[in-house]
């Protein structure tokens, strides 16, 4: 059975950057997509972007163009999003998660996810 | 990339059906047949409950049903029961790989 394990919880300083890292286990899906998804406290989901190894593509969403970058280690089934110039703002639950597209459409929704990394951006 | 319009909450009794809207546009929700919604109870991770407009993964209850009329998508819980209360989440592939989320519609059970 499939399984997202995330990294652990962060404390960062404003300006600075983290990377969160997102480990598949117990199954065999490197060709799945992942995307990063982000609650803030008190708000909603929001997507901020995914790759698609099949066509070896990140995407992101407007608002976190330039800041976000999101890659994977096929050799260790590992993704990882890394978020710069850090505000509080950024203060946050992530969650990877698993797009259950196919090879002939890589896009369709989010299956299988992480716990979740908390990330607290304070001076 | 603007968020896809979701009541703040809806609620009803058990036993009853409910129905959460999900509003997007022709880039979204409208252009494809790729909404899927997500239950989420905060600090926990979601749970897939509809992909594709309407396709329940296996495990999920056909309690929980999905439809699509234009640019708007729609979840309807029948026989609502206490565990259903959660907020939920619809989210649309919206063009060159990107998604979009709802605002969220936390159901309250009465």
């Known amino acids: 059975q499939v399984q997202l394990v995330q990294s652990g919880a962060e404390v960062k300083k404003p300006g600075s950057s983290v990377k969160v890292s997102c480990k598949t286990s117990?199954?065999?899906?490197?060709?799945?997509?992942i995307s990063w998804v982000r609650q803030a406290p008190g708000q909603g989901l929001k997507w901020m972007g995914g790759?698609?190894?099949?066509?070896?593509?990140?995407n992101y969403a407007q608002e976190f163009q330039g800041r976000v970058t999101i890659s994977t280690d096929e050799s260790t089934s590992t993704a990882y999003m890394e978020l710069s110039s850090l505000r509080s703002e950024d203060t946050a639950l992530y969650y990877c998660a698993r797009d259950m597209g196919g090879a002939m459409v890589p896009f369709n929704a989010f299956d299988i996810w992480g716990q979740g990394t908390m990330v607290i951006v304070a001076s | 990339q603007s968020a896809l319009t979701q009541p703040a909450s809806v609620s009803g009794s058990p036993g009853q059906s409910i129905t959460i809207s999900c509003t997007g546009t022709?880039?979204?929700?409208?252009?494809?047949?790729?909404v899927s919604w997500y239950q989420h109870h905060p600090g926990k991770a979601p749970k897939l409950m509809i992909h594709?407009?309407?396709k329940r993964p296996s495990g999920v209850s056909n309690r929980f049903s999905g439809s699509k009329s234009g640019n708007t998508a729609s979840l309807t819980i029948s026989g609502l029961q206490a565990e259903d209360e959660a907020d939920y989440y619809c989210?649309?592939?919206?063009?060159?790989?990107?998604?979009?989320f709802g605002t969220g519609t936390k159901v309250t059970v009465l």
């Open positions: 989210c649309s592939y919206a063009r060159s790989g990107l998604y979009v």
């Open positions: 594709e407009g309407s």
């Open positions: 117990g199954g065999t899906s490197s060709r799945s997509g």
């Open positions: 790759f698609i190894p099949i066509l070896g593509t990140a």
């Open positions: 022709s880039s979204d929700v409208g252009g494809y047949n790729l």
